[in-house]
């Protein structure tokens, strides 16, 4: 599944890997569904990752460079063909 997503944009590396969501706004309404993450714990950085997108057990945020606690979000799925 995420396999897929990193091989089509060729990112392997979290630099590539967080998405900022505020300018990746979802145009049509596709179904959410509960997302592991992590989250910057810094106050003032918006910056967050899908945890399936990182290898990392306690990874940096990629933005500041504050430690990233684990969280949960809404999302749309990153790939077709996962499994609903
Ligand atoms: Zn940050």
Do not use: Y
Request: glycine share 4%.
């Amino acid at each position: 599944m995420e396999d897929l997503w990193r091989q089509r944009t060729g990112s392997t590396m979290n630099h590539s890997a967080w998405i900022n969501p505020r300018t990746k706004r979802e145009k049509d309404a596709k179904p959410l569904f509960q997302t592991e993450v992590w989250e910057c714990v810094s106050d003032d950085c918006p910056c967050w990752m899908r945890k399936g997108l990182t290898f990392e057990a306690h990874p940096k945020c990629p933005l500041c460079g504050s430690a990233m606690k684990p969280g949960v979000r809404m999302l749309p799925r990153v790939s077709d063909k996962e499994p609903r």
